[in-house]
């Protein structure tokens, strides 16, 4: 059974850069059957889609964050990453990893979710 | 981008009543379309994939239908254990982007 777990500092000041770290186990993150997908969650609100990667390291992002975003990929350590600069309150939420099956299209498998604050 | 409005919000309904939650996208998906159920606290999961498939291991009570920009989830037989937030999703193109959310809470 694969899975996945967020992790990461839990407190970010504004402006610095947020950096996060999905661990998947149970699967090998380099297979070309998966994206690997980061999506994040403000409190008491919906879901925002933030990026995925593939592992060729082919990215996408969401426009509304590309300028400030990096999905990277490590095969070595079986980790993707993510890092958010530039980060304000409006950045505070749970953030998710998730596996993306490319026959189905869907997101199978997420992390547990990692709250992160941004505060100073 | 491509928009995702679901409908309606919120919803009370009590158990074993069928429910019906709708997903409208702003330009046509073809099936690339999945719903995930949320519970407080806990990570979204997959109930439906392609618009209408189930996902392993999820209730036949759960169904999915639509093409192009209207897909429907449907619960049959309401359970206590539904009693959640559902999300629909477009991977038609990136940024995949979801719906606002549905939550179905007891009457």
């Known amino acids: 059974q694969v899975q996945l777990q967020e992790s990461g500092p839990g407190l970010v000041k504004p402006s610095q850069t947020l950096s996060l770290t999905c661990t998947v186990s149970?699967?090998?993150?380099?297979?070309?059957?998966?994206?690997w997908t980061w999506i994040r969650q403000p409190a008491g609100k919906g879901l925002e889609w933030i990026g995925r990667?593939?592992?060729?390291?082919?990215?996408n992002y969401n426009p509304s964050l590309k300028s400030r975003v990096t999905i990277s990929i490590d095969t070595s350590t079986n980790q993707f990453s993510l890092r958010l600069t530039s980060v304000t309150a409006a950045d505070t939420a749970v953030y998710y990893c998730?596996?993306?099956?490319?026959?189905?299209?869907?997101?199978?498998?997420w992390g547990l979710g990692t709250l992160v604050t941004v505060s100073s | 981008d491509i928009q995702m409005t679901q409908s309606p919000s919120s919803l009370s309904a009590s158990v074993g009543d069928t429910v019906t939650i709708t997903c409208r996208a702003s330009?046509?998906?073809?099936?690339?379309l999945h719903w995930y159920q949320q519970k407080p606290g806990k990570a979204p999961q997959l109930l439906i994939y392609?618009?209408?498939s189930l996902q392993s291991g999820v209730p036949s009570r759960f169904s999915g239908s639509g093409s192009g920009t209207d897909f429907t989830l449907t619960i049959s037989n309401l359970q206590p254990e539904d009693f959640a937030t559902y999300y629909c999703?477009?991977?038609?193109?990136?940024?995949?982007?979801f719906g606002g959310g549905t939550k179905v809470e007891i009457k």
């Open positions: 998730a596996r993306f099956v490319r026959v189905t299209t869907a997101l199978d498998f």
């Open positions: 149970g699967d090998s993150i380099s297979s070309d059957t998966y994206y």
């Open positions: 990667v593939y592992s060729g390291g082919n990215t």
């Open positions: 330009q046509r998906l073809s099936s690339f």
């Open positions: 392609a618009a209408s």
């Open positions: 999703q477009q991977s038609y193109s990136p940024p995949h982007s």
